[in-house]
Structures are given as C-alpha cells and as structure tokens.
C-alpha cells in the first residue's frame, strides 16, 4: 500500500539526556534526523525510517519491547512502531511516552503464497463473513477494548483432515503475543475463524517478523497474520487478502524528567 506521510502537530519540545551526555530534543518526525532511531525488523517502521530520516543511525530489534529497553536505558533516542503495539509498550513503561500525531498510514492484510487463490478466496470469505455477522466487531471489543481490559474470546475448531499452518510474530500486542504458554491475539483470533470456516484445524507457528514471508514462499506455512501492513515490495513475493485494519506509524521516546 502507498504510505501517507502526515506532518506531526507542533508540541512543545520533548528535551532529555542521552546516557553520553547529549541533550536530544525531538518533537516531531521532522526531528529525527541524526538521530539513534529503533525500530522492529522487517516493519513498515523500518522502511520510512530508511527512505526518511537523513543521516539516521538505526537498530533493528526482534521486537517493539526489545527496541524499548534500549529506549529506557539510553542506547537510542526514539522508537518508530505501530500505534496499537506502541501504547502496549508505554503502558508499561511509565517512563515512555508517546508523540502527539502520527504518520505513514497502512492497511494490514493476511499474507498468502503467491498464487494460491484458492485459500486466499477463502480468507477473503471469512473476513467479509466476520464483518457481516459481527464476529469482527468482537474481536476489536476483545483485543482492544477502552478501558484495557483484554478478554480473549472463546473460538472452537471442530478440525478436520487438514490442518492450516498460520505464521506469526508473538511479540506484537493486541494483534499476536503470549500469554502463559499459549500464543493469542485479534490475529490468532481471525486465523481461528477462518480455519473454521475452511473445516480445517490450525498450528500457530511463531517466528522473527523477517522471517514471515520466506517461511510462506518454502510452504512452512500457509498463510500469515502478523499485523502485515501491504506495500509494492512485499506484493512482488506475496498475494494478499482484503486490508482487515488500518494502522498508522507513532514516535516513543523518553518522558522529559522534570526538575
């Protein structure tokens, strides 16, 4: 999908100490430049940093909490992440926080096989089907609910002869993360209902986000849900499913401390 870029509102300047001394002030997008930006590998995050941030010096995490611990001890002035999976990561950190405004809209959308229209006519089935009859609804309720309270809904699989083996990255809150031994989110949720509605059962495999798309293309999985936001590049190896999200890129960095 075409990323829109989208000026930052004017804040007043966020202004902090790096852990080598530097002050570093940053309060909008426009500010990054020459900055020690984090972000998730393989991301949407990760691409506009590169194509828009002059002179940036970048580091790449497995995840959104990996790049954070580096954000809270120094190593990095910023975190360019996903909105939803950015307030998680604030929510739990109190020192974090982050930049009013937004940027680089996206549109999630399942990943399949090049070619497999087949079980990509299917996935395009089930999310209109979940539309309709508000199983999609539901499952915002349930992954992102106003007052943070996550209930994660009941979907039985009946199964059946085949099983479809659905690719993610369980590091990216509400969409797919872990919780106890068990691999959940508004993702896993949806890969539920379309193995349901396919009559198969399913195995969530958990991986490296960059790893996603070569696991898809060898066949070790038949389709992706990742909070995979769609772009021209990865259209060359990938056919996608109708966008079922729209998200848009933020900026964390540290809270200013006061005197």
Do not use: H
Not at 33 to 43: H, L, N
Not at 105 to 130: C, D, F, H, M, P
């Amino acid at each position: 999908m075409k990323k829109f870029l989208f000026a930052l509102a004017a804040a007043a300047a966020f202004t902090f100490i790096s852990c080598g001394g530097r002050q570093v002030v940053i309060r909008s997008a426009g500010d990054l430049d020459g900055k020690r930006i984090g972000v998730q590998a393989g991301t949407t995050g990760e691409s506009w940093v590169q194509e828009n941030v002059a002179d940036v010096r970048l580091s790449s995490f497995k995840s959104g909490m990996d790049a954070a611990l580096d954000l809270k001890n120094g190593a990095i002035d910023a975190i360019v992440l996903d909105e939803l999976p950015a307030r998680e990561i604030v929510a739990r950190n109190q020192d974090l926080e982050i930049l009013t405004g937004s940027f680089a809209r996206e549109e999630y959308a399942i990943a399949v096989k090049k070619g497999n229209t087949e079980l990509l006519e299917q996935i395009n089935a089930s999310i209109n089907k979940a539309v309709e009859n508000g199983d999609y609804d539901t499952l915002r309720s349930a992954f992102m609910p106003a007052d943070g309270n996550i209930v994660i809904p009941a979907i039985r699989i009946p199964g059946g002869e085949r099983t479809l083996r659905l690719g993610t990255n369980a590091a990216f809150p509400p969409f797919e993360y872990v919780e106890g031994s068990e691999i959940v989110g508004f993702d896993i949720s949806m890969g539920r209902l379309i193995a349901r509605d396919c009559g198969a059962g399913l195995e969530v495999v958990d991986m490296a986000f960059d790893s996603l798309i070569p696991a898809l293309s060898s066949g070790a999985v038949d389709f992706v849900a990742a909070g995979m936001s769609v772009n021209e590049e990865r259209r060359k190896n990938v056919d996608f499913s109708i966008p079922y999200f729209e998200s848009e890129q933020v900026i964390i960095i540290r809270k200013a401390k006061t005197e």
